[in-house]
């Protein structure tokens, strides 16, 4: 029995069947010409965009079963390296401890090293062994052999430009937004102790400026200059404090510009006050503060 197809079909089915083949050729070739995510994150971390690395890597991890162990490893280790371009070394520690959980024999390249690296690398392949070590039926140490007990910072929620408007506003209120609260409390003691003794100078150049108003007033010659001088003493007092207290003022905004309360204390700009000493003389004495770094 014969099965007779029209021509009009035979050719409907070859040309569906050519266009299916095409398509499936044209996907492959945009998917070999279209560099992976661990590639083009690769390529943001050599150009120093690590924001777009951390975006691409994320992404990739949302379909981990895409990529095989070597290469989750390498979106791990690149994720690590990422994160601690932004400070935050317990994100990177994560990562690093991930990598190697895929790759126990993973090592970063020398190009990519740094001490910062080594050293958060190296204690999450230490906490790796050693979870191997617990699954064997072996007990870990509290800590690693020779090294320093260190707690990872946490991210704290606060940024730079909230401690700076902060301190626009009210001199000190960005310290203690940044919990640098006795500075804060410091900053703004002192600017209230400066406006108040502006304050007490413009007062009194006003009563020095009226008294000598009245003695021109009432020809009383003799204290001219006295009470002139008086007026200027007081008019110069007040505007020296009143500079003073813009110089508070402006520091205090300098001081939670370059403290950025997100960052761990260690590493903020302006360290800590330290006395430095209080030096005697006979014309007068001398008080030292530095800053610990």
């Not at 266009?19 to 996907?27: K, M």
């Not at 079963?65 to 989750?72: A, G, K, Q």
């Not at 280790?77 to 126990?104: I, M, V």
């Amino acid at each position: 029995m014969l099965l007779l197809i029209p021509p009009r079909r035979v050719c409907l089915v070859f040309l569906l069947g050519l266009v299916l083949l095409l398509g499936i050729a044209t996907r492959a070739c945009s998917q070999e010409a279209t560099p992976s995510r661990l590639e083009r994150a690769k390529q943001f971390y050599q150009a120093g965009d690590h924001a777009k690395v951390i975006t691409e890597l994320e992404a990739a991890l949302v379909r981990p079963s895409h990529y095989t162990p070597d290469e989750l490893a390498s979106i791990y280790l690149y994720l690590g390296l990422a994160y601690l371009a932004f400070d935050r070394k317990d994100r990177a520690h994560e990562a690093f401890a991930e990598s190697l959980r895929l790759d126990t024999e993973l090592q970063v390249d020398p190009i990519l090293r740094s001490p910062e690296v080594e050293a958060i690398f190296e204690r999450a392949r230490w906490e790796v062994e050693e979870e191997h070590e617990l699954e064997a039926g072996e007990e870990a140490p509290l800590v690693p052999l020779g090294q320093p007990i260190e707690a990872l910072p946490r991210p704290t929620g606060k940024s730079r430009h909230g401690g700076v408007w902060r301190s626009f506003l009210v001199p000190g209120w960005g310290q203690i937004y940044g919990d640098r609260k006795k500075r804060g409390y410091a900053f703004l003691a002192g600017e209230i102790a400066v406006l108040g003794g502006a304050f007490y100078a413009t007062v009194q150049r006003e009563r020095a400026y009226d008294d000598y108003r009245e003695a021109v007033a009432e020809n009383q010659f003799g204290k001219f200059d006295i009470l002139y001088d008086d007026y200027r003493s007081w008019r110069r007092t007040r505007n020296t404090l009143l500079a003073v207290a813009g110089g508070i003022w402006v520091f205090n905004i300098l001081e939670s510009f370059l403290n950025d309360p997100s960052a761990p204390r260690p590493r903020q700009a302006m360290g800590d006050w330290r006395w430095e000493g209080v030096e005697v003389a006979s014309d007068g004495w001398t008080v030292r503060v530095g800053r610990r770094f």
